[in-house]
């Protein structure tokens, strides 16, 4: 309501200055940030309404509607798939079935971050928010059942409690973890977020010391991810409203805008730390983890930083399992504005660090890709040009929003039946296949940059 009369009161004085001739001034100006920012404080550095809706909402999707977010160029409006004419493997398939193949046919499964996998999607590392706590069991019933890899991320156990839930109405992390681990078949695997305020509890080692998860890490379903950043916020780390007295539980692990002991505040905001990491700290924490777990995974998750190269070099030299890059596009539980707006590149700018990799012949890490992806198109795109997946957050949580666990399933099985079409329209049966050949560009910068064929004709 408050906020609504901001903008009548706005409008009333762009009004006001057009009829005196300043009409042009005030619409360069940014009289509404400036006024939001003068009733709300601290409040106005996030782009959302009420405090109790922070954590609440499903966030990050809206970075390229009004005043003052740039257009960046995306998979959807800079990329396009070009289907052949001859397609030799499909009468190479033809011959393998005995009959004329089809989509279904397609082979989707392989191996992504250690994990065998019934394809290349994940989802990604969602953290204490209470939206994904809420849904958080469907999400990971459902896709322990598709056989996909499913992210526990940061704070989960420090905030909503371990082994048993800390707040009425949220599963606690080992909740999460085994209504993963235990609806698994033959394909998955669960990667489990490690941040500076869970470290204090050693989650890693709980976890892998605990007698219940034993016979899932022996097995190989585990692993450990090292979050760098992530892309709506890169060198930002977690930010929330709680309840106040959610906030003196939390008092002694958390950094925190005022005492929550000391103030009348119904929320108040927390802040997690975002980690402070040299090239010589990472090579030494990925031998750690090599030795102190050898049986878990490593994952590291980053956000669109300039030096990312450097991360994939030393994933790929220290023997880590799995790269993400996540691109500015990346939903988040809370961001502010100006991160939303001028933090990082976007996501088709992280394939080409990915390209890049590739061609300096890192073949065996799986790189994967983030940030605004939600179909089979996104799939193939990124599959061809190098990477070996997408990891994916916002779709699965707004899919348990409409119908639960089966709401998570049809949609995974939707987005695999995008993908089997599409590859299969590009004359191939196993996703492994696809390669540059398969894909244009509709914008010659982008062309240059990615080194593919510009679809209108040379560069």
Do not use: C
């Not at 939001?36 to 990050?60: H, I, N, Q, W």
């Not at 916020?233 to 007295?245: A, D, F, Y």
């Not at 996501?347 to 799986?366: E, M, P, Y």
């Amino acid at each position: 309501m408050l906020i609504d009369l901001v903008r009548v009161f706005i409008r009333l004085r762009a009004y006001w200055a057009a009829i005196r001739g300043l009409r042009d001034f005030i619409s360069d100006y940014p009289f509404d940030e400036i006024a939001l920012k003068a009733l709300k404080g601290r409040d106005a550095v996030y782009p959302f309404g009420e405090v109790t809706s922070y954590g609440s909402a499903v966030l990050g999707s809206g970075i390229y509607e009004g005043r003052g977010y740039p257009r960046f160029r995306t998979l959807d409006d800079s990329l396009i798939l070009l289907p052949p004419a001859f397609t030799p493997r499909r009468l190479e398939k033809m011959a393998e079935l005995l009959r004329e193949p089809t989509f279904m046919d397609v082979n989707l499964e392989g191996e992504l971050g250690g994990f065998k996998v019934s394809m290349p999607i994940v989802v990604g590392s969602m953290g204490s928010t209470s939206i994904a706590s809420r849904f958080s069991l469907d999400i990971a019933r459902a896709a322990a059942k598709a056989g996909i890899v499913f992210g526990i991320g940061e704070n989960v156990a420090t905030v909503r409690g371990y082994s048993r839930r800390y707040t009425r109405g949220h599963p606690s992390f080992k909740e999460r973890v085994m209504a993963y681990l235990t609806n698994v078949d033959k394909y998955g695997g669960v990667i489990i977020q490690q941040n500076v305020e869970d470290a204090y509890d050693e989650l890693w080692n709980k976890v892998y010391s605990d007698r219940d998860l034993e016979p899932y890490i022996e097995e190989g379903l585990v692993g450990f991810e090292i979050k760098m950043g992530q892309g709506a916020k890169p060198g930002l780390g977690g930010v929330i409203k709680i309840p106040k007295e959610e906030a003196i539980r939390l008092k002694a692990k958390y950094h925190f805008e005022v005492d929550p002991e000391k103030v009348k505040d119904k929320f108040i905001t927390r802040y997690s730390v975002p980690g402070t990491y040299t090239e010589d700290i990472l090579r030494g924490m990925i031998r750690f983890m090599r030795t102190a777990y050898p049986r878990a995974r490593i994952w590291i998750k980053l956000g669109p930083y300039r030096d990312v190269d450097r991360v994939i070099s030393i994933a790929h030299e220290e023997g880590a399992h799995a790269v993400v890059i996540d691109g500015k596009e990346g939903g988040t539980g809370m961001a502010p504005s100006v991160a939303l707006k001028h933090l990082g590149y976007p996501t088709i700018v992280g394939l080409k660090k990915i390209r890049d990799a590739r061609k300096l012949g890192i073949k065996d890490l799986s790189l994967l890709i983030a940030g605004r992806l939600y179909n089979g198109s996104h799939v193939v795109k990124a599959v061809a040009l190098g990477a070996s997946g997408v990891y994916m957050a916002r779709p699965f949580l707004i899919a348990a929003m409409v119908k639960g666990e089966k709401g998570v399933a049809n949609y995974i099985e939707a987005v695999k039946e995008e993908t089997q079409m599409l590859v299969s329209a590009l004359g191939k049966y196993d996703i492994k296949e696809l390669s540059d050949e398969d894909i244009a560009a509709l914008d010659k910068d982008v062309a240059k940059m990615l080194g593919i064929q510009y679809v209108y004709g040379d560069i």
